[in-house]
């Protein structure tokens, strides 16, 4: 089973940058997929980001698209989420979750999920 660890969250101010990492705990041999997720109170969990590594394909979100980045490093058996320009509309419990197969946006589908992380943007 795989278990997965988010970290890297805390307080930024607007503009700033923060860089969030999704440990595995092991490195399926099958094609899958990561999806990065937030939730903010009183919202609905949204999926943000997201990467496949049968193809390296990749997907943004239009409220994170040209200012956050998804990338995975296989060595380490992490993905990262590179936020940069951050607003405090980005303010959220952000999540990083796994499903077998090709990218997906409903989180439903997504199988294994971390903990999360805060993410806080305000001056």
């Known amino acids: 089973q795989v278990q997965l660890v988010e970290s890297g969250g805390g307080l930024v101010q607007p503009g700033g940058s923060l860089r969030l990492s999704c440990a595995a705990s092991?490195?399926?041999?099958?094609?899958?997929?990561i999806g990065w997720f937030r939730q903010a109170p009183g919202k609905e969990r949204e999926g943000i980001s997201f990467?496949?590594?049968?193809?390296?394909?990749?997907y943004y979100a239009d409220s994170v698209k040209g200012r956050f980045t998804i990338s995975r490093d296989n060595a380490k058996n992490t993905v990262y989420l590179q936020m940069d320009s951050l607003k405090p509309e980005d303010t959220a419990v952000y999540y990083c979750a796994d499903r077998p197969g090709s990218i997906a946006t409903y989180a439903g589908w997504y199988k294994f999920w971390g903990q999360g992380t805060q993410v806080t943007v305000s001056s």
């Open positions: 092991e490195s399926p041999l099958d094609w899958f997929a």
């Open positions: 990467l496949s590594t049968g193809d390296g394909s990749t």
